[in-house]
Structure formats: structure tokens, C-alpha cells
């Protein structure tokens, strides 16, 4: 073999080693790692309409869904090693709505979180992005 084929052979395999360890560290569950999680909740008032919502990414779409009152939606996934993992979400409520990203890598990075609760209010919709909610919300959108 070459050098220059040999070193491409050795780059490739270091690649491939690092982009497994990451599958089997995310899949596997290994301790210090663990998936992120999104979490829709419906906080609205009692006599409110229904909360709908579709969320999707690149390669996944949810569908439309229905939350009623203190209803909660959630899922996990492993992000991209390479920080591209994107997820949005349109809500309805009513004649409201408002279009936004739930997820994305420089949320993570400048959260520190793996954890990130969209909460519905008849003000707004806030994020909690600790492990329980209502624990530190921050309205992020208003309605449109």
C-alpha cells in the first residue's frame, strides 16, 4: 500500500471508531451520557380550547397532536455528533399559534441541559430546561 492509502485507511477507521463509540454511548445508555429529552406540557386555563401542536425534524414528523389540560408529550433522541440536530414545533391554540425550534445544539450548549420543557400558558409559551418543571420557567414566545 501507499502512504497516502494507508493513511486514508487509518483515518477512516479512527473516524469510525469515534462516530460508534458515540451510538453505542447514546444507544447504550453508558453512564455519563443521556439522551435529550423534549416535553410539550398544556398549562392553559381550564375552559380553553385544546392545545395542538406538530413537531418534527429533518428526518421525523410527528404529526398533528392534541394535548387537553396538564397534559404532557414527550420524546427523546440522541443529537448529531456534529451539532446539526434540529426539532420545531407549530402551535394552535384557538385562533393563536406561534412556530419555533424546541431543539437546537446551541440551546444544549448554552443551556447545559438535556432536558427541555416547552410549557403552553394563556400568556405565552416558556421553557424550563431543568429535570422538573415549573421549577425556573422563562417565557420565551408570545402568541401570534
Not at 460508534?20 to 444507544?27: D, G, M, R, S
Not at 398549562?43 to 394535548?67: I, M, V, W
Request: one cysteine or more; charged letters at 20%; a positive charge.
Amino acid at each position: 500500500m501507499t502512504n497516502t492509502l494507508m493513511k486514508i485507511l487509518i483515518l477512516s477507521l479512527l473516524v469510525l471508531n469515534i462516530s460508534q463509540t458515540f451510538v453505542i454511548a447514546c444507544y447504550g445508555n453508558r453512564r455519563g451520557y443521556r439522551h435529550t429529552t423534549i416535553v410539550i406540557v398544556n398549562k392553559l386555563p381550564t375552559n380553553a380550547d385544546l392545545l395542538e401542536y406538530r413537531c418534527q425534524s429533518k428526518n421525523h414528523d410527528f404529526g398533528l397532536r392534541n394535548l387537553w389540560m396538564n397534559q404532557s408529550y414527550d420524546w427523546s433522541f440522541c443529537p448529531s455528533v456534529f451539532g446539526r440536530t434540529l426539532y420545531f414545533c407549530h402551535f394552535y391554540w384557538g385562533s393563536k399559534h406561534k412556530a419555533f425550534d424546541v431543539f437546537t445544539s446551541k440551546l444544549a450548549r448554552n443551556t447545559g441541559s438535556k432536558d427541555f420543557y416547552w410549557i403552553a400558558k394563556s400568556d405565552g409559551i416558556y421553557l424550563d430546561y431543568h429535570s422538573t418543571p415549573t421549577r425556573a420557567l422563562k417565557k420565551i414566545h408570545d402568541w401570534e
